[in-house]
């Protein structure tokens, strides 16, 4: 095979997740109408098939994200600036997230002021949090709270939870890494991909002279890790 | 939290539902998932061309649509499909499923944006607020949709206003629409100063195009170019601002960077028909015949599948092979439309006299005549197959023929049915350059203007001297000779309509009323006249016009 018959490896891998992406569609839902019947009959399995529809959503989330990557890397990431009722969108992040909620019997909180717009990018922030609530189930105790509010020209989203904290490598300023490559180890198990991906969406979100960033900490009011995002 | 939505809802199962997606196990999955939720009636499609077949012959209350369709049109084909051909209720719920959230949705970010993006895969719980949201949406900007489709923009400004007080959750939706409403509605000043505001927001690629539209409707051309530079450099992906930075380049008779920016867009996005036949257009005028012929190739390709298909394709690749020292192959892709659009006449109109272009190419002009005659036996029967492309050409074969009468007649033909169109008459004016018809033409241009104007200045002065008995009858005559002139049929539907105003209503008269209404209306959608003509119509009767279709 000559060079320009080869096809690149990239190009492979997108197709495939594409592919992928389209039998755990099928498995999730299926599996989604098999828990509601198996809630109403009442069967034992209730519980297990609560945590399959997670694991498989995390899946499906990484999934998404490598596809976001991938095209990232062919051409620079492209917002779709709208104006949002906060409200709204952390109530559609939360519906996503109702069957693990009830499931792990989480408690979860949203403080948001009717009232509050902002200017973003629905799908890309929406898609961020659903990943940061996703890796909170991991680690908090039974508590989690979002909060959004605005502030000194950024509005401000946090999600913070009751558990352990983020380790210390997680902890971040505000300032954008110098060498992102640092923060993504493939050693602990953990690719830190979610956190690059969410690096790149808050910095393509500009404004005059200011952009995004993202702040990691453990001094939420819960008592646990906070993750907080701010968008100019 | 923790609703129980195992019953279905009443309400839902008399709404009509289109599925379209390509992959037949999740269309059941997604009934299933429908049925559920409460909805009975709920049709399938499978690819794009049968999802806009279902959207035509069936209005639905909501369309869930996957990006990804296979060969042939995709998700965001089939919505820009059925808004183009107004085939979709603005009250239909159309929400585009996709299996990530990254390029496609910018790519209609401006001007066909679905309703909702649905991310695969979504439990039944989010689609059903979704829903219900997007149903309360449509339910709160009903009553502005009815003002608009009527034409009554200064009543839907109001209603607007009203819900952005009560329902501040459709906030962004009701911003847009009161943008393009002010813009519907002449109000050019307000506009500007609206979406000033708006920026103030942030850059919302919806504000910037009004804003650049508005400057350009102002005549600002260069800040219009500005605007929409600024709006391609922030986000490379809003085709809509490089076809309208394209148009205002073209305006300010920047020819070859009208082309280069084109040619990004194709670059960006090479499906488009319309966009592909521009830059065939464009680069025809600037004697670039390879970017021409490409362009228009694709276009004829990528027309196969779409509803922007047109003769134009055919009779531009043809024109291109022609001048490309080709003609007859030019000839052949002329036949080939023949075929594609033999039950359409306006179509073999213009496919004719592109045809006598070639033939006169080839040095055949007996073969070019019997095209030209051909033609102009379909005008002569009907009108309103005369535009003024197909009259250029006409011309243009004429006059290089050496009937300088007959062609000079259709030149003047459309010089005075869009007296007021600069860009046709400029048009006009370089074909004379360039047939030499020069030092004459440019004063008979001149008078052939200042003709229509004094026709139409005496008409105006007989019905402010308030013999409208006289003043109809001046200008039924004045649209029998100028039937294709805006100006002419709006000054005549007026006369009527004050005379019925002050007679009283008069069903023939009002029939008149409703035909020179709708010739404006089918010549120019857009004529700034035309609400305010509406609205003194509405005063006269409750009779419907013809091209306006009732929002319930």
Redesign the interface.
């Known amino acids: 095979m000559d060079e320009n018959h080869r096809l690149d490896f990239a190009d492979i891998i997108a197709s495939t997740i ?1 592919d992928t ?2 039998t ?3 498995i ?3 599996l ?2 098999m828990t ?1 019947r198996c809630g ?1 009959q009442g069967c034992a399995h209730h519980q297990d098939l609560f945590l399959l529809q997670y694991e498989i959503k995390r899946l ?1 989330n990484g999934l ?1 994200r490598l ?2 990557l991938y ?1 990232a890397q062919k ?1 620079p ?9 906060l ?2 969108c952390l ?2 992040v ?3 997230n ?2 693990v ?2 499931s792990r019997g989480i408690d ?1 909180e949203l403080d948001c002021p ?2 509050l ?1 902002w ?1 973003f990018d629905k ?2 922030v ?2 961020i949090l659903d990943n940061v609530l996703n890796n909170a189930y991991r680690y908090t105790k039974n508590r989690l709270k979002i909060t959004a509010k605005k502030e000194g020209g950024y509005l401000i989203l946090g999600v913070e939870d009751n558990g352990p904290g983020y380790p210390p490598g997680f902890i971040m300023d505000g300032s954008f890494p110098e060498d992102m490559t640092k923060s993504v180890s493939f050693l602990t198990g953990n690719t830190g991909l979610g956190l690059y991906f969410s690096l790149l969406v808050a910095a393509a979100h500009r ?1 005059e002279n200011r952009r995004g960033y993202i702040r990691i900490a453990n001094d939420g009011a819960l008592g646990g890790g906070i993750f907080t995002l701010y968008l100019p | ?2 609703h129980s939505h ?1 019953e279905p809802t009443k309400a839902w199962s008399r709404k009509k539902v289109l599925l379209v997606d390509d ?1 037949r ?2 269309i059941v ?1 997604m009934r ?2 429908l049925a559920s939720l409460g909805f009975v009636i709920i049709d399938t499609a499978h690819n794009g061309e049968e999802a806009v077949d279902r959207i035509m012959s069936r209005r639905y209350d909501i369309v869930l649509c996957d990006y ?1 369709l296979g060969p042939g049109k995709d998700g965001q084909q089939v919505l820009e499909e059925v808004k183009q051909r107004q085939l979709l209720s603005p009250l239909t719920i159309f929400m585009m499923v996709t ?5 496609e ?2 790519m209609g ?1 401006a001007e066909y944006q679905p309703d909702e ?1 649905l ?8 689609l059903e ?2 829903i219900r ?1 997007l149903m309360e949406k449509k339910e709160s900007i009903r009553r502005i949709e009815k003002k608009m489709e009527a034409m009554e923009y200064q009543e839907a400004l109001e209603i607007c206003e009203e819900l952005i007080g009560q329902h ?2 459709h ?2 939706d009701l ?1 847009k629409i009161k943008g393009d409403l002010l813009i519907k509605k002449g109000a050019y000043e307000e506009a500007q100063r609206f979406f000033h505001e708006i920026s103030s ?6 504000a910037l195009l009004g804003q650049g539209r508005i400057n350009y409707l102002q005549g600002r051309y260069e800040e219009a170019e500005k605007i929409y530079r600024e709006l391609i450099r922030a ?3 809003i085709m809509a601002a490089y076809d309208e930075l394209a148009k205002t380049l073209t305006k300010l008779g920047r020819f070859p960077q009208a082309q280069e920016i084109l040619m990004q867009a194709v670059e960006v996005s090479p499906k488009a028909v319309r966009r592909q036949r521009e830059l065939g257009e464009i680069a025809l005028r600037n004697q670039d015949l390879d970017t021409a012929q490409k362009a228009y190739s694709r276009a004829v390709k990528e027309g196969k599948f779409s509803c922007y298909k047109s003769p134009d394709d055919y009779t531009g690749l043809a024109k291109v092979l022609a001048e490309n020292a080709a003609p007859e192959k030019g000839l052949k892709v002329l036949q080939e439309a023949a075929a594609e659009f033999s039950q359409d006449v306006p179509s073999l109109v213009r496919i004719s006299v592109a045809k006598s272009v070639a033939f006169m190419k080839m040095n055949k002009p007996e073969q070019a005549r019997k095209e030209i005659d051909a033609a102009m036996k379909i005008i002569n029967k009907d009108p309103a197959t005369f535009n003024p492309a197909v009259g250029m050409d006409l011309a243009r074969t004429l006059l290089s023929q050496g009937d300088g009468k007959l062609g000079r007649e259709f030149l003047r033909r459309i010089v005075q049915s869009n007296h007021e169109d600069e860009t046709i008459l400029s048009n006009v004016k370089e074909m004379c350059k360039e047939l030499k018809l020069e030092g004459e033409g440019e004063k008979w241009l001149e008078e052939a203007v200042e003709e229509v104007v004094r026709m139409n200045n005496e008409g105006v002065r007989l019905v402010q001297s308030g013999d409208l008995k006289t003043a109809i009858r001046y200008f039924e005559k004045a649209t029998e000779t100028l039937p294709e002139n805006k100006l002419i049929n709006a000054n005549a539907a007026y006369a009527l309509m004050l005379y019925l105003k002050a007679k009283g209503p008069e069903p023939d008269k009002l029939t008149k009323v409703r035909n020179y209404l709708s010739r404006v209306h089918r010549l120019d959608a857009d004529y700034p006249d035309l609400p305010k003509l509406v609205s003194i119509y509405r005063q006269l009767t409750q009779v419907q016009l013809p091209w306006m279709k009732t929002i319930d």
Request: cysteine-free; aromatic content about 8%; proline content about 4%.
């Open positions: 594409h992406k389209n755990i569609g099928m999730f839902n299926t989604e109408e509601a109403r499906n998404i596809l976001a095209k051409v990431l492209s917002v779709n600036i709208n104006l949002h009722s409200r709204d109530e559609e939360i519906d996503q109702e069957p909620l009830i979860l009717d009232d717009f200017s799908g890309l929406v898609g404004r | 939290m923790n195992d992959f196990n999740f999955t299933n998932m990804n299996a990530e959230n990254s390029l949705m910018v970010a993006y991310i695969k895969p979504f439990t039944k719980q989010v607020k979704k949201r501040p959750q906030l962004a911003l927001l942030g850059k919302f690629p919806w986000n490379d992906k």
